[in-house]
Nanobody, 116 residues
Framework: QVQLVESGGGLVQAGGSLKLSCAVS????????MAWFRQAPGKERELVAR???????YHRDSVKGRFFISRDNAKNMVSLQMNSLKPEDTATYYC??????????WGQGTQVTVSS
């Protein structure tokens, strides 16, 4: 059974930083596609960042240059470093995983609130 557990959310002022972490069990991050999604109240869930098997990353345009996804193969974890946070980044952030096709494993989510 694959389990993803996020941590690191919280309340921060605009311009601040947070680092989200996702501890993975039952699946190896090195051979999986790992991603961070977010969902704000009243909005659809959106892909924030993704890291592929070969380490190639994707970041949505609105977070490019501010957010950085990375993985630690030894700890089997994925992180999202978020800098220069804006109020519009406020959302529940979810870690997700797939070995191909749709994302089939999700964490419980962690709240990020950015005050202006």
């Amino acid at each position: 059974q694959v389990q993803l557990v996020e941590s690191g959310g919280g309340l921060v002022q605009a311009g601040g930083s947070l680092k989200l972490s996702c501890a993975v069990s039952g699946r190896t991050v090195r051979t999986s596609i790992m991603a961070w999604f977010r969902q704000a109240p009243g909005k659809e869930r959106e892909l924030v960042a993704r890291i592929n098997w070969n380490g190639v990353t994707y970041h949505r345009d609105s977070v490019k240059g501010r957010f950085f996804i990375s993985r630690d193969n030894a700890k089997n974890m994925v992180s999202l470093q978020m800098n220069s946070l804006k109020p519009e980044d406020t959302a529940t952030y979810y870690c997700a995983s797939t070995t191909g096709g749709s994302y089939d494993a999700w964490g419980q989510g962690t709240q990020v609130t950015v005050s202006s």
